[in-house]
Every structure is written in C-alpha cells, then in structure tokens.
C-alpha cells in the first residue's frame, strides 16, 4: 500500500505539472484568438469545459481506487515478470497501451454504455485546446479497464500501464488546437491535430473515424482512418444533440437516456440494448 500511495504521489505531480502546462498553452491559443480577431472559442463552451474537468478531476480522486486496485489484482495473474526499467520495454508498453486505447476508444463509439461517458468529449461545437478537457464521469465503472487487462496478464506492471495511459491521454491535448497545421510525413503515424478534427467532426463522412491516441497507423489499419472532406467545411458537435453549457446536463443526459430505457424496458432483450445497443456515429 505503501508503494501504491508513494506510486499516485508521483503521478499526482507530474499531473500537477501536466495541468499548468495545459492551461498555459489554452491561455496562449486564446490570446492568439484575440489578436487576430478568431473566432475559435466560445466563452460559454470554454467555461462550461473548464467546469467539467473541475468535478471530473474531484470524483476521479475519490474513485481513484476503482481503477488501481483490480489491476494490481489481476497482475498476480501474470504469465511473466517484465521489468518496469528497461527502455525497449517502456517503449513496447506505450505502443500496446495505445493499440489498447484504439479498441477501448472504438468501443466508446459502438457501446451505448460507454458512449454515456465519452459523448461529452464529443459535445464541444468549437474545436479548441479547452475541448481536450471536456472529458465524462463514470468510464472507470463501465468496463473501460478490460481493454488493458491483456497487458496485465502479459506482464506488464500497473504504474506501467497507467502511466503509459497518462502520457497518451497528456499528448491528446496538443491534437485539439482551433489551428491544423500539416505535420508532413508525421501524419502517416501519429494521430495529429489534422486527424483529429476528422474524429471530432459530424460531417456524415467523419462520423467514427480516427480512433487513434498517439499513432494513426492502427485506424490505417483497420479501415477506420479517413481524411477531412475537400468539398465542406468541418462541422463539430454531437449528431441529433442541441448545444448546452450546462455541464450537468451535459455529463448526465445520456445517462439519464439510458436509465429511461431501462425502467421502460419490457424484457431482457430491451434491457441489454438500453445499456449496450451499437451506436451509428455521433
């Protein structure tokens, strides 16, 4: 337990660190806006993320446990020791996590129950670095920790993987600026700033696409990577939602859908599509 305290500690100031960087280039990116007169950011949108992260930042130190605890549990499971100091296998371990984060991010799309959490990241109608904070509640006890339990098992040590998890997370922040720019051959293997307003976009034909964390090539891949349209102009926010700076409706309202559903369901079968029913886009 020791060990596990000392381990959050860490985490906890290089998070602290992380923040004060993010805030720092939100800053920087608004007053760009202003001096050339953008209009990039909406003073209400921006607020109600900044709300959102500030409850979402306050249940995720009291649920913290929900996430370590049943994978230091499953890690006595494990079918080898690999060691947390080596630099080949950090380097493995930041790969896997982010082919990891592709299939668990896939999923939010696909799966009502995980939509529920992530349709809030989706809800912005301005793209912007204070989007990349607009993040739900609730994804720790949705199953979200299933699709890294593989690398548990391999071996691979907890702090490992969810550090691995922070540091993706940390580089998806510098994918949402309100600018695009073209990163040359960087673009065929990292998720850029280009490719993720492709992901954010309602366009019909950006609908679930890019699902990447750090690299692309896994959507390359897969069939899921597809590049902005020539013929129209991006558009972000959810598909079928109206805008709101509420940020309670907007952490709860998909919630509070699921949970109609399944006090008007009728049987088992309209129970299990209340909760994981396939999504078409957002």
Request: charged share 15%.
């Amino acid at each position: 337990m020791t060990i596990l305290l000392e381990a959050f500690s860490g985490i906890g100031r290089a998070f602290g660190l992380g923040a004060a960087i993010a805030l720092g280039a939100m800053a920087l990116e608004f007053l760009a806006s202003l001096a050339n007169d953008e209009k990039t950011h909406d003073a209400g949108e921006s607020l109600a993320s900044f709300a959102i992260a500030f409850i979402r930042k306050g249940l995720g130190l009291l649920t913290a446990g929900a996430v370590a605890l049943p994978l230091f549990w499953l890690y006595q499971f494990r079918l080898f020791d690999i060691p947390s100091d080596s630099l080949p296998w950090l380097a493995a371990a930041f790969v896997l996590t982010d082919f990891c984060y592709y299939w668990h991010h896939y999923a939010m799309h696909k799966i009502r129950l995980l939509w529920a959490t992530h349709n809030v990241h989706h809800s912005p109608t301005k793209m912007n670095l204070t989007a990349a904070i607009r993040l739900g509640i609730g994804g720790q006890f949705t199953g979200g920790l299933i699709f890294y339990s593989p690398l548990i098992l391999i071996g691979f040590h907890p702090l490992v993987v969810i550090t691995m998890i922070a540091a993706g997370l940390f580089y998806q922040l510098f994918i949402h600026p309100a600018k695009a720019p073209n990163l040359g051959p960087l673009e065929y293997i990292l998720n850029t700033p280009r490719h993720h307003q492709v992901h954010h976009a309602s366009n019909e034909t950006c609908l679930d696409k890019n699902f990447g964390g750090v690299f692309i090539v896994f959507d390359r891949v897969f069939g899921t990577f597809a590049e902005a349209p020539r013929n129209e102009p991006l558009k972000f926010g959810l598909v079928g939602r109206e805008p709101t700076n509420n940020p309670l409706s907007l952490l709860f309202r998909e919630w509070a859908a699921i949970m109609r559903d399944l006090f008007k369901a009728r049987s088992l079968r309209q129970g299990w599509r209340a909760l994981f029913s396939m999504k078409a886009g957002h």
